[in-house]
């Protein structure tokens, strides 16, 4: 079935560090939603993509659906960007998202 | 203002018991998604639904019903809690033509 699987499954970062983190997929998918969830568990939506790239602030996210992978890159890394980031695809049967095992960041001073 | 709100937020119940989950959205979403997140596992799709009135499977049904009276309100319903269903619960929202989800903040339901 449909599977997506998340690299690396956890994350060291200093302050003002950067990094990038992966997902691949083992189906063709037609968009990815990256999400990072907080210390409160809540799920926040940073990305969206159909195709090619989005940036916001210090965050960059690029999607290759013929490579079948996409990627987020952390810019100057800070402390509130600790938390778990979670890609979900689009699945290929009914209206619904497959995540990954998510990628624990943990940044420190 | 929070555009998905789950109730309740936390909820302890024993096993045989019922549990109702409920989700409202104020997006005007066609869709709507009940998931569950475990240690392990990322978040499974439970059900989800088209709009007022639908319900659909999703990959781990077994166990739960959902019910989606309308627009705004979607519940996910545990006639008969077991501990296995100990979890956190994600409802979510979005437009039918795209596969973009915006989450509630989760309710965790302990099944003793």
């Known amino acids: 079935g449909d599977q997506v699987e998340q690299s690396p499954s956890a994350l060291s970062l200093h302050e003002g560090t950067s990094s990038a983190l992966r997902c691949n997929f083992t189906?063709?998918?037609?968009?990815v939603q990256w999400f990072r969830q907080n210390s409160r568990g809540s799920l926040i939506n940073l990305f969206y993509l159909a195709s090619g790239t989005k940036e916001n602030g210090r965050l960059k996210s690029a999607f290759d659906s013929k490579e079948l992978y996409s990627t987020l890159h952390i810019r100057d890394a800070q402390l509130e960007d600790s938390g778990t980031y979670f890609c979900a695809a689009e699945g290929s049967s009914g209206n619904k998202l497959i995540f990954g095992i998510g990628t624990l960041l943990s940044v420190k001073p | 203002e929070a555009a998905v709100t789950q109730s309740p937020r936390n909820k302890v119940a024993v096993t045989g018991g019922k549990v109702t989950l409920s989700c409202n959205q104020t997006?005007?979403?066609?869709?709507m998604y009940w998931y569950r997140q475990d240690t392990g596992h990322g978040l499974r799709l439970i059900h989800y639904?088209?709009?007022?009135?639908?319900?659909e499977k999703g990959d781990i049904p077994d166990g739960y019903k959902a019910s989606r009276p309308s627009q705004e309100n979607f519940s996910l319903i545990l006639e008969l809690a077991t501990p296995s269903q100990t979890s956190v619960y994600f409802c979510a929202s979005g437009e039918g033509g795209s596969y973009e989800q915006y989450f509630g903040p989760g309710t965790r339901l302990t099944v003793l």
């Open positions: 639904s088209y709009g007022a009135g639908s319900t």
């Open positions: 189906t063709t998918t037609r968009s």
């Open positions: 997006n005007n979403h066609n869709n």
